[in-house]
T-cell receptor, first 115, second 113 residues
Framework: NAGVTQTPKFQVLKTGQSMTLQCAQD?????MSWYRQDPGMGLRLIHY???????DQGEVPNGYNVSRSTTEDFPLRLLSAAPSQTSVYFC??????????????FGPGTRLLVL | AQSVTQLGSHVSVSEGALVLLRCNYS??????LFWYVQYPNQGLQLLLK??????LVKGINGFEAEFKKSETSFHLTKPSAHMSDAAEYFC???????????FGAGTILRVKS
């Protein structure tokens, strides 16, 4: 198993550009989510999905879009990048969409710099 | 609503000394608690978790944490620090519904030789 994979590892964007951060998992997990990590703020939930075709907003969804057409993939789209979106982005997954005790597995992260 | 407070954004210990990283939580339902570790330029790795049952939880790399309901705490300890323990540590509590995690701000552990 490759686990949770993310691409790219690092990206530089100009303000106003759009891009898609890719996330994939090969563990047949139903639940997938995106977090952003900022210094002194821990990780904050952007969007999550409880299965193919089902997505919902987390704590900080503004400026981001997601879709879930397959169980394996959960891309995060920045529609018009802003400097405030400079951050490290993590994708995570777990098997059950509604189990409070299950472990979430994290990808290696994408470091994004918006100029 | 769920929340997590980690006391001390930076903790420095000498190699061989006790490691104590503090975590207090607030939860409207019985809490499920997690500690994750993040080594430099890497993703998060689960250290340990508390769901139900025994309040002293043992994790990987010699770490353990004790759930104290009366103190709403879940502090992480290791008897003897190693240089390889230098990392950022995150405490998290499961959301009220479903699978969401609410994270603390993190504590960076520095180990001095």
């Amino acid at each position: 198993n490759a686990g949770v994979t993310q691409t790219p590892k690092f990206q530089v964007l100009k303000t106003g550009q759009s891009m898609t951060l890719q996330c994939a998992q090969d563990m047949n997990h139903e639940y997938m989510s995106w977090y952003r990590q900022d210094p002194g703020m821990g990780l904050r939930l952007i969007h999550y999905s409880v299965g193919a075709g089902i997505t919902d907003q987390g704590e900080v969804p503004n400026g981001y879009n997601v879709s879930r057409s397959t169980t394996e993939d959960f891309p995060l789209r920045l529609l018009s990048a802003a400097p405030s979106q400079t951050s490290v982005y993590f994708c995570a997954s777990s098997y059950s969409p509604d189990s409070r005790w299950e472990t979430q597995y994290f990808g290696p992260g994408t470091r994004l710099l918006v100029l | 609503a769920q929340s997590v407070t980690q006391l001390g954004s930076h903790v420095s210990v000498s190699e061989g000394a006790l490691v104590l990283l503090r975590c207090n939580y607030s939860s409207s339902v019985p809490p499920y608690l997690f500690w994750y570790v993040q080594y430099p330029n890497q993703g998060l790795q689960l250290l340990l978790k508390y769901t139900t049952g025994a309040t002293l939880v043992k994790g990987i790399n010699g770490f353990e944490a004790e759930f104290k309901k009366s103190e709403t705490s879940f502090h992480l300890t290791k008897p003897s620090a190693h240089m390889s323990d230098a990392a950022e540590y995150f405490c998290a509590v499961r959301g009220e519904y479903g699978n969401k995690l609410v994270f603390g701000a993190g504590t960076i552990l520095r180990v001095k030789s």
